[in-house]
């Protein structure tokens, strides 16, 4: 079965400043998919980036980047130049396939909140 | 409309009433799944259908019943529920692949979500 931990209840930063959301994970599955998604007070879950198990590079798309180290079975998030705007609840959480469909596990999140 | 859709986006409802909450996605995509999340707890799968048809069940009271007449749209029908019930209903859905192997499509997108009371 898959598992997620996110080991960081709250989270602070300052403005301008990079933070390092952690997530690690556990799967038997040789091909699977990490994902971060970021929950504003409004509810809605938004995807922030995508990583590949089988993907040599680590991900990223703008100021996201995801530290993927996988014989450690972790999937950081990493966020650089920290503003307001950012501050939301953070999801780690992790694919896989049964029956052709996508069934996605995720952690208990990250609230994290920028300092002005 | 764009990406994925719910109505209605706040909902407070009796616990002998009937209501439904919607999910329209405009993605082309042929999953879609219901997740409820409630307070401090992580969010828990419902409900997966693919191609119109119900895959996963993830043992859900029969008071919660879905619906998903086409790969568009989506329902979650209520009747006689709970105060535990209370929580924040998320659709998503995703483009089904026949494939075992993770890729980039595989990524879920969500509508904004139904915040249910039950009183």
């Known amino acids: 079965a898959q598992k997620i931990t996110q080991t960081q209840p709250g989270m602070f930063v300052q403005e301008k400043e990079a933070v390092t959301l952690d997530c690690t994970y556990d799967?038997?599955?040789?091909?699977?998919?990490l994902f971060w998604y970021k929950q504003p007070s409004s509810g809605e879950m938004i995807f922030l980036i995508y990583q590949g198990s089988y993907d040599e590079q680590n991900a990223t798309e703008g100021r996201y980047s995801l530290n993927f180290q996988k014989a450690r079975k972790s999937a950081n998030l990493v966020i650089s130049a920290s503003q307001l705007g950012d501050s939301a609840m953070y999801f780690c959480a992790m694919r896989e396939v049964s029956g052709g469909y996508q069934k996605v596990t995720f952690g208990t999140g990250t609230k994290l909140q920028v300092i002005p | 409309e764009t990406g994925v859709t719910q109505t209605p986006r706040h909902l407070v409802m009796g616990m002998t009433n009937k209501k439904s909450l919607k999910c329209e996605q405009h993605?082309?995509?042929?999953?879609m799944y219901w997740y409820k999340q409630s307070a401090k707890k992580p969010l828990e799968l419902m409900f997966v259908?693919?191609?119109?048809?119900?895959?996963e069940n993830n043992s859900v009271p029969s008071r919660f019943s879905p619906e998903c007449p086409n790969s568009s749209h989506l329902f979650l029908h209520l009747h006689t529920l709970q105060p535990e019930d209370s929580a924040l209903y998320l659709c998503?859905?995703?483009?089904?692949?026949?494939?075992?192997?993770?890729?980039?499509?595989?990524?879920?997108?969500f509508g904004p979500g139904t915040r249910l009371t039950v009183l």
């Open positions: 993605l082309g995509h042929n999953a």
């Open positions: 998503a859905s995703s483009l089904s692949l026949p494939s075992g192997r993770a890729s980039p499509t595989d990524t879920q997108y």
């Open positions: 799967t038997s599955d040789q091909s699977y998919g």
């Open positions: 259908y693919n191609f119109k048809e119900q895959t």
